[in-house]
């Protein structure tokens, strides 16, 4: 079957979903041992959504995001030992041990978040994207959030702004199908939640999340879009957590078949068959890549549990910005 994407794009995907997997099992794992503690939400069975992203836009391009953040933060390049020792609470974490779980966070690979507060990163996320624009940089922000996050009023206060000013975000919901443990059918009248953009003339969409290709295309038009001064697009990205909300959730609220249905369109296994169907790759190559990643996640594990606690002088350090921004002048 014929593909727009190269070998190399298919080889990409696979070894960065298969890292998250990979990070995001162990994560849970050891989460069980109570070697990490307070809240943690795993990304298992969306990586096709940071996968896909990636390789729609580029570096200096912003991502942020709201609690279920590793993938994204793994996929934006924060090495995977400094995202482990964040959750271990160590000062080698992305965020000197100090954000936990839910607050991974890199200036330096342009991720703003992780972040706590349902609906919260919307707002943030505009204003990123005005700075951009204020700028006069080329980037474009993706903003992430859940579909229990689209019932918060921020998001229309938000949307109204972006469009009024054209700023270049591009809203992406990233519909699990379930807020915390309740469904979308149960939260709203609007079950298409890329329809709630018609109330402010923005572009909208509906994209299969189980699947690299659709995820790109998707957010590479919405990007390019903004990047030419057009403003705003919302992305709704139909995905699945195979997981709890989190790891104190049991999940109960869904039956096996329905996970199971899910796991049959595993966005990993589609693109690894792609590959072997293509032969992009032999097995050979593909458990030379599976070998990596595992002592990938070994070495993230070690350095975590070798790195040190913040000292307490840390407590109050990193609460207030201690250098100017480039936009204030005297």
């Known amino acids: 079957m014929p593909t727009k994407f190269t070998k190399e794009t298919y080889l990409y995907w696979y070894e960065l979903m298969e890292l998250i997997r990979k990070f995001e099992e162990k994560a849970g794992q050891l989460y069980g041992m109570q070697k990490i503690r307070g809240f943690c939400h795993l990304y298992m069975g969306q990586e096709a959504v940071a996968a896909g992203a990636m390789t729609a836009t580029e570096p200096a391009d912003k991502f942020i995001t709201a609690y279920r953040d590793h993938g994204l933060a793994v996929a934006k390049g924060i090495p995977a030992k400094n995202c482990m020792a964040e959750l271990f609470a160590k000062i080698t974490g ?44 080329p980037n474009v922000v993706l903003c992430f959030f859940g579909d229990g996050a689209a019932r918060q009023g921020v998001l229309h206060e938000t ?26 059918e149960r939260t709203s009248n609007v079950l298409d939640i890329y329809k709630l953009a018609d109330g402010y003339d923005m572009p909208g969409d509906s994209i299969d999340g ?3 290709e659709d995820v790109h295309i998707g957010i590479e038009r919405a990007v390019k879009r903004a990047r030419e001064g057009e403003g705003p697009t919302l992305l709704e990205i139909k995905t699945y957590r195979y997981r709890g909300h989190s790891m104190s959730d049991p999940a109960k609220y869904r039956t ?3 996970v199971e249905e899910y796991k049959e369109r595993d966005p990993i296994n589609q693109v690894l068959n792609t590959i072997l169907e293509q032969k992009f790759a032999t097995q050979e190559e593909i458990d030379a890549i599976n070998e990596r990643v595992k002592n990938e996640i070994d070495e993230a594990v070690k350095f975590a549990e070798e790195s040190p ?3 307490d002088d840390e407590l109050l350090k990193d609460v207030y910005a201690e250098e100017n921004y480039p936009f204030i002048t005297d």
């Not at 839910?102 to 991720?111: D, G, P, Q, T, V």
């Not at 000013?165 to 379930?178: Q, T």
């Open 309 to 311: 606690s913040p000292d």
């Open 210 to 212: 189980m699947k690299c």
């Open 94 to 137: 992305c965020s000197k041990g100090k954000g936990g779980s839910m607050h991974f966070f890199s200036k330096e690979h342009n991720f703003y978040g992780g972040h706590g507060i349902v609906g919260g990163q919307i707002g943030v996320g505009a204003g990123l994207a005005f700075a951009e624009r204020y700028l006069k940089t």
């Open 159 to 184: 949307f109204n702004m972006a469009m009024l000013w054209k700023l270049p975000v591009v809203f992406i919901c990233e519909n699990n199908m379930y807020a915390m443990g309740t469904s979308v």
């Open 256 to 258: 096996k078949e329905e």
